[in-house]
């Protein structure tokens, strides 16, 4: 019973493991915006295909391992296109990436930019940090490098 | 009291010194440009002032290796047929940084005007200052200019369409409408929008 038990365990946890990556529309990262489970959260919209984007990954990610438990949420937002889901799932698995992967499918891109930050021009990669308890906000539009998040995230707390 | 007053304050203040108008560098609609003097694929200069009897030009910051752009390709060889004849050609310029991507070097440049048969211009923005002087930031970035008196005017600024992946199911399609109204002396009625893009690969500094 218990080797059934713990081979049920094993199962689901490595299927936990394995994320899930919803394909949402503008109105769920609206929601992501307005949350505020976690006192600061980190939004990057990045795609497979965008070389500068892939390569600030790692720098997000030690984010989640740097960070206190609950007080940074991370959300990575791919913009490739829906049809590309399942690039998208090899390439997180590949990285072993264990931030929050999202797949924004809302093509009408000049409807919602601004809603991020008005001045962004729709470059990626940009990057935002939120104080949900403040609203203080920082948005970066290019590539990341080593220590800037930290840095953000300190001038963010303030 | 005291707190509210030196905050309202404080507000009014930062409203009065961004009054709507954004700091960041490059032309905004209606401004007037300055002309320039860029290396086409045939290795010719081009000045715009070489459009002589143009009503205006489509100018499209673009490049070769950019999902988008190549998305667009169709699209953007498809303006020029339709409006050159009637007074706007399509210009395009390449301001990537050939070290950080190789795939928009001169060469790669030359091969890919003659392998999708452009029939308009594709020049190479090798210091970037052009981009820069119109605010360019990802691919591709439209910039409909009129000619206005000698001088050429930004009379939309953005997108191509509202939709890269598929060009039958664009139903804002902001460039042909900001060239049909200007070929009908009408006002813009979109002048602005944004798209989501690569962002030019700008030389390190």
């Known amino acids: 019973m218990t080797r059934i038990l713990a081979l049920f365990l094993?199962?689901?946890?490595?299927a936990l493991a394995q994320q899930e990556i919803?394909?949402?529309?503008?109105?769920?990262?609206?929601?992501?915006?307005?949350?505020?489970?976690?006192p600061i959260q980190i939004i990057n919209f990045w795609a497979t295909w965008c070389a500068p984007c892939v390569k600030e990954l790692p720098l997000i990610e030690a984010i989640n391992e740097q960070s206190a438990e609950e007080e940074v949420k991370v959300t990575l937002i791919s913009l490739d296109f829906a049809d590309k889901i399942d690039k998208v799932k090899s390439f997180v698995k590949l990285k072993k990436i264990k931030s929050t992967v999202v797949l924004l499918d809302d093509i009408d891109y000049n409807s919602w930019i601004d809603?991020?930050?008005?001045?962004?021009?729709?470059?990626?990669?940009?990057?935002?940090?939120l104080n949900t308890k403040?609203?203080?906000?920082?948005?970066i539009e290019k590539e990341l490098v080593d220590g800037e998040l930290q840095t953000l995230i300190?001038?963010?707390k303030e | 009291m005291k707190n509210s007053?030196?905050?309202?304050?404080?507000?009014?203040?930062?409203c009065f010194l961004v009054n709507g108008k954004s700091f960041k560098p490059g032309y905004d609609v209606g401004d007037t440009i300055t002309d320039f003097k860029l290396k086409n694929v045939d290795g010719k200069n081009i000045s715009l002032a070489d459009f002589e009897t143009a009503k205006g030009v489509i100018l499209i910051f673009d490049c070769n290796?950019?999902?988008?752009?190549?998305?667009?390709?169709?699209?953007?060889i498809s303006l020029d047929k339709k409006y050159s004849s009637q007074g706007f050609p399509v210009v395009a310029i390449n301001a990537n940084d050939p070290q950080i991507s190789p795939g928009d070097s001169f060469n790669e440049m030359v091969e890919h005007a003659k392998k999708n048969k452009y029939s308009f211009p594709y020049l190479v923005d090798e210091n970037q200052s052009v981009a820069k002087a119109f605010g360019a930031?990802?691919?591709?970035?439209?910039?409909?200019?009129?000619?206005?008196?000698?001088?050429?005017k930004v009379a939309y600024i953005g997108a191509i369409d509202n939709n890269v992946r598929d060009a039958s199911s664009a139903d804002k399609k902001y460039v042909e409408d900001a060239v049909d109204a200007l070929l009908q002396n009408k006002p813009v009625t979109t002048s602005k929008t944004k798209a989501i893009g690569c962002g030019i690969k700008w030389k390190n500094s």
């Open chain 1, 10 to 14: 094993l199962v689901t946890t490595s």
């Open chain 2, 65 to 76: 290796t950019c999902p988008y752009s190549k998305a667009y390709n169709d699209r953007i």
């Open chain 1, 134 to 139: 403040t609203g203080k906000r920082k948005f």
């Open chain 2, 5 to 14: 007053i030196v905050k309202i304050i404080l507000l009014l203040v930062t």
């Open chain 1, 115 to 129: 809603k991020i930050d008005k001045e962004w021009s729709g470059a990626i990669p940009a990057t935002l940090l």
């Open chain 2, 137 to 152: 930031s990802n691919t591709p970035h439209v910039f409909v200019l009129v000619k206005h008196e000698q001088a050429f």
């Open chain 1, 154 to 156: 300190k001038e963010i």
């Open chain 1, 22 to 38: 919803s394909i949402v529309k503008f109105n769920t990262v609206q929601k992501l915006l307005d949350d505020k489970s976690a």
